[in-house]
């Protein structure tokens, strides 16, 4: 059978992909019988469960011998915990505390599924192949979920003063209207945020995408908030959009019966408000947390999602420190299925619909 390069066919959205996803999990957790459920909600997602019940403990979303490794380290298995930001408000069943690995599409599953196989990595190398793709030692060992810090403009010592909102603020691009806010010096022990990198492989920092409809937008007062911004970025060639709300309408009255009501008892409509918001939030913050660890960066995404590859381009044209652009790197998870074992590439195909570029 002859497969057309994944490259080359129309553009996926995000919703049409999580779909595809779910009818590929539905399929193999029915045919493999293996423990899974639906979640509720407008667009069900499949989640899988782990099934101590067969004579090899099972996990649906993922390969067999990357869950037994997962299982083996401590450190990986850690990640198997982490909570999905959804399953407060969508339910698959009463008695069950889906996380976020569990579910069909997740990225950080897929990421595991990969760099946590055995024949990936194992007694502490990562296979050279792979290794020579990232540009990276084969010596590393894969690390997920890690949190690096990202300098903000505020220090441990002006943070608890009470000063003007000018004088907390450094210098800024005219798309935020700081042009002419007044320069302060550095100062030491910077206040950071709690970004999260998806994996780190030695001085290599990877950002996961599979499903997700964006990178996160922000608003440009969010954005300027970090040390390093104008350092990397020509912040006026960030990706922006403009955002208008809807007018709200007054409710309708009948006043048939009434007297005519007092103009100043008429319900007022709110206009339309617009506002700017800054594309590729989180690639801003994973680029300057790299910048800071002295790490690159590059984002993991389908060849699918032509419209995620857009906005990391659009991220990446904004940079405009020459000797650090070069850190910055896109690879899909399709050139990346090259360079791996045969099994996991069928497991990737079946269950993600990804095959080598």
């Given at each position: ?318 940079v405009h420190y020459p000797s650090f652009a070069w850190r910055l790197k896109l690879l899909t998870w399709q050139e990346l299925t090259t360079t791996l074992p045969e099994d996991l590439q069928k497991f990737l195909e079946a ?7």
């Amino acid at each position: 059978m002859t497969h057309t390069p994944q490259t080359a066919l129309a553009p996926w959205s995000a919703s049409l992909l999580r779909r595809d996803l779910n009818a590929r999990a539905q399929h193999i957790a029915v045919t493999s019988n293996l423990l899974h459920e639906q979640t509720t909600g407008s667009e069900p997602s499949i989640i899988f469960g782990r099934n101590e019940q067969a004579e090899q403990v099972r996990h649906g979303n993922f390969h067999p011998a990357t869950y037994t490794a997962i299982c083996a380290n401590p450190a990986w298995s850690r990640r198997l915990t982490k909570t999905h930001t959804a399953h407060r408000r969508v339910r698959a069943r009463a008695d069950w505390q889906w996380m976020e690995l569990d579910c069909a599409n997740s990225s950080d599953a897929l990421l595991m599924n990969i760099f946590c196989h055995p024949q990936v990595f194992s007694e502490g190398r990562l296979n050279p192949t792979v290794a020579s793709l990232l540009g990276v030692s084969s010596n590393t060992e894969p690390n997920f979920g890690i949190h690096p810090g990202v300098p903000l403009k505020r220090s441990l010592t002006n943070s608890k003063k009470k000063t003007t909102r000018n004088a907390q603020r450094e210098p800024t691009s005219p798309l935020f209207n700081d042009a002419n806010a007044p320069t302060q010096p550095e100062e030491p022990n910077h206040l950071k945020d709690r970004t999260e990198i998806d994996l780190q492989l030695g001085n290599l920092f990877l950002e996961a995408k599979l499903t997700e409809s964006n990178f996160q937008t922000a608003n440009p007062r969010l954005i300027e908030r970090y040390r390093d911004l104008e350092t990397i970025f020509d912040v006026a060639r960030l990706p922006s959009k403009l955002i208008t709300s809807a007018p709200s309408h007054p409710s309708t009255e009948d006043f048939s019966d009434l007297e005519e009501p007092h103009a100043t008892m008429s319900p007022i409509a709110t206009p339309a408000r617009s506002r700017t918001v800054i594309q590729g939030y989180q690639l801003i913050r994973n680029v300057l947390a790299a910048y800071d660890s002295d790490a690159s960066f590059c984002v993991l995404c389908d060849a699918r999602r032509r419209d995620l590859i857009e906005i990391w381009f659009s991220v990446l044209a904004a940079v405009h420190y020459p000797s650090f652009a070069w850190r910055l790197k896109l690879l899909t998870w399709q050139e990346l299925t090259t360079t791996l074992p045969e099994d996991l590439q069928k497991f990737l195909e079946a269950k993600y619909g990804i095959l080598p570029a």
